[in-house]
Every structure is written in structure tokens, then in C-alpha cells.
């Protein structure tokens, strides 16, 4: 689902990418509701019932992930719930497109979710494909932050 289904779901998105072309094409697609921010700059508080990540921490430095999923947790109200999805392999590198991809295994995964404070994330594989239209085993993860 993209920012412009949630639209017209009726849900009040905060739609964000970390690169200014993205945010350009974004704000064609949705009425100029997008803005710039990076993963490490998520300083939110406590501030979204959920957070849509489909294919966008994949692209997170592998050792930076625990960070970027604890700032996620915390920008969650309690009871909010995270979706995201990665391209599924044995360490990062880059495709044959050039683009750089953490491509996490399931333990792997998992791990650096429970580092982040996330717990009892459910983790899927499903297979797919991607932008270059290649067969992708991808990671479906959903966690929820707990209650107060």
C-alpha cells in the first residue's frame, strides 16, 4: 500500500523518503504531503499508530538497522503497530543495479529487531520480485509496540 491509498483510506499519513528525488516524485503523486527525512534523523516521540516501511530499510546499512528500528519503536504510541520488508539473502552488497541492500536472513532479522527492543516480531517470507523484476524472497516483519 503507498502514501496515496492510505489517502484515500482516509488515514492521515506523514509520508517521508530520505532522498529529495523521491520526495519530489512523492509530492507529484500526493497532493505535496511529503517531506525529507533520513532514518538516523527520526526523532519522533511517541507520535504514530503505525509506521509503513515496504521496501525502504532494506537499503539501511546493516549495522546501522538496530538503531534505526529503535527510533521507529520509539516514534510509535504504545499499541502502534510497524510493517516493514526486506530483500532476503546472507549480507549486505549491491545488486546488479548498483543499489546497496542489507539483505538480512530471517535469524539475522530478528535479532537485530529484539536488539531494538522490539518483542515477538513476526517475521514471513514470501517470494516476489522487486523494481528489476528478478525473482526475491522478501522478509515481511510486523511488530507492535506494547501497550502502556
Known amino acids: 500500500m503507498d502514501a496515496a491509498r492510505m489517502l484515500q483510506l482516509g488515514f492521515d499519513t506523514d509520508a517521508t523518503d530520505g532522498t529529495p528525488e523521491m520526495v519530489a516524485e512523492a509530492r507529484k503523486r500526493i497532493d505535496h504531503r511529503a517531506r525529507l527525512l533520513r532514518f538516523e534523523d527520526i526523532d519522533a516521540e511517541a507520535a504514530y499508530d503505525g509506521v509503513w516501511a515496504s521496501a525502504?530499510?532494506?537499503?539501511?546499512?546493516?549495522?546501522?538497522?538496530?538503531?534505526?528500528?529503535?527510533?521507529?519503536?520509539?516514534?510509535?504510541?504504545?499499541?502502534?503497530?510497524?510493517?516493514?520488508?526486506?530483500?532476503?539473502?546472507?549480507?549486505?552488497?549491491?545488486?546488479?543495479?548498483?543499489?546497496?541492500?542489507?539483505y538480512p536472513t530471517i535469524d539475522g532479522l530478528e535479532r537485530a529487531y529484539r536488539v531494538a527492543g522490539w518483542?515477538?516480531?513476526?517475521?514471513?517470507a514470501v517470494m516476489g520480485s522487486g523494481f528489476d523484476a528478478l525473482p526475491t524472497q522478501w522478509l515481511w516483519v510486523t511488530g507492535r509496540r506494547p501497550p502502556a
Open 56 to 102: 525502504s530499510l532494506l537499503h539501511v546499512p546493516a549495522q546501522d538497522l538496530p538503531d534505526i528500528l529503535g527510533r521507529i519503536h520509539r516514534a510509535l504510541r504504545p499499541g502502534g503497530l510497524f510493517v516493514a520488508s526486506y530483500k532476503a539473502s546472507h549480507g549486505e552488497g549491491r545488486d546488479h543495479l548498483g543499489r546497496y541492500y542489507n
Open 119 to 124: 518483542i515477538d516480531p513476526h517475521l514471513e
